[in-house]
């Protein structure tokens, strides 16, 4: 299967911009999803496509795919984004970031 | 708003089988693609398969072909997931999931049932 790498934490300061990465061969030729997941929580969509977000899903995070590396951004972080985020393309899933909001 | 639920948890013995329903209701079910996903215990999240109603095929992912298998009941708008020869690192939560633009193994999942824990216990 295709091996998408994650770092294993980020973390951000309130307020500030915080971007978790994801790796993986010519990952810009493929769609790029991410996801949010709380603890006890099933996984929410962010961002599909690399760029596009769903309805509902606050304006703050942003997406982009290109070369190896898929990005996701999150501007302005707040404390209730402190969650597991993990990337997907095709039928592949990172191992997933932990975002700590400090 | 579509919903999808799931069933409960299940326990089960070390070469046994389990089976997981997972309800759609608020929407249509036969338009869309349908995968499960797992996530064990403290651990990221793997794609198992996936189906859509309407033509009734099911994908898998290599690592569970032969041993997973995916169906749908359009009259209820229900999909299941039987996982055969369980073994102690099947224990995970299952969860269904429905894809948005219809393509099994590559698609992206909007909406995604509440997850189903089964614990593979002797």
């Known amino acids: 299967s295709y091996e998408l790498t994650q770092p294993p934490s980020v973390s951000v300061s309130p307020g500030q911009t915080a971007s978790i990465t994801c790796s993986g061969h010519?990952?810009?030729?493929?769609?790029a999803s991410w996801y949010q997941q709380k603890p006890g929580q099933s996984p929410v969509l962010v961002i599909y496509q690399d760029t596009k977000r769903p309805s509902g899903i606050p304006e703050r995070f942003s997406g982009s795919n290109s070369g190896n590396t898929a990005t996701l951004t999150i501007s302005g972080t707040q404390a209730m984004d402190e969650a597991d985020y993990y990337c997907?393309?095709?039928?592949?899933f990172g191992g997933g970031t932990k975002l700590t909001v400090l | 708003q579509v919903q999808l639920v799931q069933s409960g948890a299940e326990v089960k013995k070390p070469g046994s089988s389990v089976k997981v329903s997972c309800k759609a209701s608020?929407?249509?079910?036969?338009?869309?693609?349908f995968s499960w996903v797992r996530q064990a215990p403290g651990q990221g999240l793997e794609w198992m398969g996936g189906i859509i109603p309407n033509f009734g095929t099911a994908n898998y992912a290599q690592k569970f072909q032969g041993r997973v298998t995916i169906t749908a009941d359009e009259s209820t708008s229900t999909a299941y997931m039987e996982l055969s020869s369980l073994r102690s690192e099947d224990t995970a939560v299952y969860y269904c999931a429905r894809g948005i633009t219809g393509t099994i193994g590559a698609d992206a999942f909007d909406i995604w049932g509440q997850g189903t824990m089964v614990t593979v216990s002797s």
């Open positions: 608020g929407g249509t079910f036969n338009s869309y693609a």
């Open positions: 997907q393309a095709w039928d592949s």
């Open positions: 010519k990952l810009g030729d493929k769609y």
